[in-house]
């Protein structure tokens, strides 16, 4: 805190002529610069709240392979974000994709900071913040995005071959996606509206994820012979608490951040509204699991949480903080019917990342409206199937192609085993099986 003080102090000793646009101008760019850079390191920080609920979620014989896949996906996003993904995002091309802007090469003169525009990167010239201040900031979402597709897939996927479908969901699918939102693309010039990411982030990782699930099929033993469901238990619900908790501070980077500017107004609402949001989910999905499951499922109430600030995602800025409120909790009843309901479709999930992500990503676009007055229920029903339809589709061929080439599913063995043993050589518990010995 004290350190922040004084970096702030400084800013202010460097700009002392209050009068001069100049000064005023160039210290807005400082304050803002920070504020994006501070809620960009929150949600890099969510990575590890990823992991926490995976690996929580999921069995002890399983949890290395889970961390090891939550720590490498954003050096491998960052790599690809960095050569082609934000080019494609975010530089000047058609309404499809960007063209220009590899590598980070082009220029971007903000017309915000009073320059002319000659830059590639046209569509996020709004924000005067430096360049490289927002492509790490858009790195930090194209990683989220990835993180999702690891706890659809969890427990039965090869290492490698998830390794390869993150590079090509960072560097191709999530940009092109982006792009026609964020980038200036055909559903920006038909009014899609989403502020933060329940769709270009959320449910485009919760849709390539659905496509990795149908091709692997279902964990052995989650089904029995007659197909009813059985349950497989996580292996540490602490691991997962604590996971929850770092996801929920991380969204106050989200969600705020996405400003790109220190407006002290828009961070104090979207804050609240966010915090409300999460609060609402918790408590609706809780609820509904002790009434209809008979217990208050702990798994639930974190999903709940999660659902809640998906949901809220794509428009905090708008709401009410009782329109907030309202937007979290129907996020929270969603998820919990979802994640009943994708289970007897045999559609094994083992965090339940498709129904957080993907289904109560629908429910937060579709929300928009509600509240504001610039967005269109059309427009944003087409933005959902269009989005869906793309990254599905995309990466369906994609999995079948690895499939095809590589495998994508251990063996039944292994399987039994672990993943933990059988892709990475070690475990999360050794004791336990010298203990066993």
Known sequence: MRGTLRLL?????????????????????????????????????????????????????????????????????????????????????????????????????????GDAYKGVYSSIAWTGVPLLAKFFFQLVFAGTAATIVSGCVAERIHYRAYM?????????FYPISGHWIWGGGWLADLGFWDFAGSTVVHSVGGWAGLAGIILLGPRLGKYNPSGAVQPIPGHSMALAFLGGLILWLGWFGFNPGSTMAADPGAIAHIVVTTNLACTAGLLAA???????????????????????????????????????????????????????????????????????????????????????????????????AGIFAWVFLASLVVWLILKAVMGIRVSEEEEYEGVDLAECGLEAYPEFSVAKK
């Open 9 to 113: 102090f400084g800013l202010l000793l460097c700009c002392p002529a209050w009068a001069d646009g100049g000064a005023e101008a160039d210290l807005k760019v400082a304050a803002d610069t920070m504020w994006v850079l501070i809620t960009a390191f929150l949600v890099f920080w969510m990575n590890a709240g990823f992991g926490c609920v995976e690996a929580g979620f999921c069995r002890a014989k399983n949890a290395v392979n889970i961390l090891g896949k939550n720590f490498v996906v954003f050096a491998l996003s960052s790599i690809a974000f960095w050569i082609v993904g934000f080019a494609i995002m975010f530089g000047d091309g058609n309404s499809f994709m960007g063209l220009t802007g590899w590598f980070l090469e082009g220029t971007d003169n903000s017309p915000v900071v």
């Open 164 to 172: 390869i479908f993150t590079l090509v969901l960072v560097g191709l």
């Open 286 to 384: 809780t609820v509904v699991a002790w009434i209809w499951l008979g217990k208050p499922d702990f798994g639930m109430t974190i999903n709940g949480a999660l659902a809640g600030l998906v949901a809220i995602t794509a428009d905090p800025l708008s709401p009410s903080a009782l329109g907030a409120a309202f937007i979290g909790a129907i996020g929270g009843l969603i998820v919990v019917v979802s994640i009943v309901s994708l289970d007897k479709l045999k559609l094994d999930d083992p965090v339940g990342a498709i129904s957080v992500h993907g289904v109560v990503g629908i429910w937060g676009v579709l929300a928009v409206p509600l509240s504001n007055d610039g967005a269109s229920f059309g427009a944003q029903i087409i933005g959902i």
